[in-house]
């Protein structure tokens, strides 16, 4: 039997798990580079692959040609890269992984939000070409905190924000007084949102619903003064509005680790806004996430030798 770990760009999945655990006979192949090319005819072999988040899309077409596939493992507990129902069609078990240490992407959140308050890169790159102090930056207490999204992620940004005295505000479709209460949290709805947070941090998952749910109208009701947070996934903004805004400082600025396309492309206009904060994409990848990640993968496999798979998807 070949299995085959994809993705693993940082080199973590040898160092980080114990793959001798195995029986003998099967063959671990690891592929280090971003898979997008060529994967029909380098997966074929494999009857187990491990994934890791997005990079690699299995839409039908590319499972048509994968016809020893049996197992598909992704990290954490959903992959909108997997075409699940072509997957059920050709009986293929799709297991997840838990996600690790979650505050991960609450971390990353809070270092973008006061990497654009503080002005933290703007001040490192002066400092460093002889300059000391080029801007006055804004400080967070009494200040509101918008939460798009009040689950795990959403909830943990929350509570970081009160421990500076911000008051903390959140909507989403379905979110609830009583959730809201729990938390010490202000329900409003959308509008107030928009229009009453100093700081905005996307935390809901991408769906049809969600799709484009940020656009014009709702940058256009934030202060001009607001920063704009996504760590979630790029599409639930209107790309083309969110640059727009920017660049007619119809906001202050913005803290993305997610975009529509990803790698960003070397000529995306975002790359050359100075009012942004950009990162690859590293809100939940830390070591400790990988390595948890990877161990729960072996878990999986071994699980679904023995007859029993573990964290089924469907």
Known sequence: MKLAIINDYQRLARDTTDWSRLPENINVD???????????????????????????QFDRSLIEQLPNLKLLITHGGRNAAFDMAALSDHGVVVCGTGYGFVNATVELAWGLILSLAKLIPEEDRGVRGGDWGLHL???????????????????????????????????????????????????????????????????????ERTRGIVGAREFALMKPTALFINTSRGPIVDETA??????????????????????????????NLPNTVLTPHIGGRTRENFAARYQDALENVLAWLDGAPLRVIQ
């Open 30 to 56: 690891i592929f280090h580079d971003r898979l997008t090319r060529g994967v029909a005819e380098l997966l074929a072999p494999y009857e187990v692959v491990v994934a890791a988040r997005e990079e690699t």
């Open 137 to 207: 930056p804004s400080g967070l207490t009494g200040k509101t905190l918008g939460v798009l999204g009040l689950g795990r992620l959403g909830s943990g940004v929350a509570r970081v924000a009160q421990a500076f005295d911000m008051n903390v505000i959140a909507w989403s479709e379905n979110l609830t007084e009583a959730q809201c209460k729990g938390l010490d949290v202000t329900l409003v709805d959308k509008d107030a949102l928009f229009t009453q947070s100093d700081v905005m941090s996307v935390h809901t998952i991408l769906s």
């Open 242 to 271: 969110l640059l727009d805004a920017l660049r007619r400082n119809v906001i202050a600025g913005a803290g993305l680790d997610v975009f529509d396309v990803e790698p960003l492309p070397n000529d995306h206009p975002l790359r």
